[in-house]
């Protein structure tokens, strides 16, 4: 049974509390990059990455009546910066909302042909709104990377990625012992990022993906030695890598 959600966290609290076996959670984009906000629940709460998904996103405007009837558009925000060049072009109000689909569904219940959303085409589907302007997302590859997370971590045989969070001593080369780590013990690095960790300006948390799997001898000695090597080190999951498109 798939239960919808508002907010990013409130599947975050799903599955924590036992109402929800698992979560899906947008991570990455192709356009705008790591979403902080799921960043920053991983950081936070004991959930573990189990699986993920490479989804292309396709963002259209939808309304009731037509585009010269639009002033007032509601999205999530990363819609709004997605379809940020399209935006440009009018001049709407725009309005940050839980997600795509609630803003497709708030227009649709509105009955207002002044406002608009930016969701995908099977929310005009399902709520019965008409398609305005199509693809108006600015980067034709526009693909979003989604996590499933879980309260517990996954051990199977065909995990081969690995995730883990990272808040390192503010001096020379401590960044530079992390990836020395993984090269050393023939791991293939696949992401890292930073974000400011929030309550600590200008201290950061550093996200960090490599293949492997936590049984495999080398695997183990990276993040043992990554774990000695940082203040905290927060391990988020071992789960199968879906290759980008």
Do not use: W
């Amino acid at each position: 049974k798939e239960l919808p959600f508002k907010t990013f966290s409130e599947v975050v609290e799903a599955v924590l509390e036992g109402r929800a076996d698992y979560g899906v959670l947008p991570i990455q984009n192709t356009s705008t990059g790591n979403i902080l906000d799921v960043e920053r629940l991983l950081e936070n709460n004991k959930v573990y990455i189990v699986g993920e998904e490479i989804v292309e996103v396709v963002h259209y405007l939808l309304g009731l009546g037509e585009i010269s009837d639009i002033d007032t558009v509601y999205s999530h925000v990363q819609g709004f910066l997605q379809s940020k060049d399209f935006l440009k072009e009018h001049n709407f109000k725009e309005v940050p909302y839980f997600n795509t689909a609630i803003s497709a569904k708030f227009v649709a219940e509105s009955g207002d042909k002044s406002l608009g959303a930016i969701a995908n085409r099977r929310a005009a589907e399902v709520y019965g709104l008409k398609v305005l302007a199509s693809r108006v997302n600015f980067n034709e590859d526009n693909y979003t990377r989604f996590i499933i997370v879980s309260s517990g971590a996954n051990f199977s045989e065909d995990c081969n990625k690995v995730s883990v969070q990272v808040i390192l001593e503010d001096k020379e080369g401590s960044l530079f012992k992390i990836i020395k780590s993984i090269a050393e013990n023939r791991l293939n690095k696949v992401k890292i990022a930073s974000r400011p960790i929030i309550g600590k300006p200008f201290e950061y948390i550093f996200s960090i993906d490599f293949n492997g799997n936590v049984k495999d001898k080398n695997v183990k000695m990276a993040l043992r030695e990554i774990k000695e090597q940082s203040i905290l080190m927060n391990f988020k999951g071992n789960y199968k890598e879906v290759k980008g498109k």
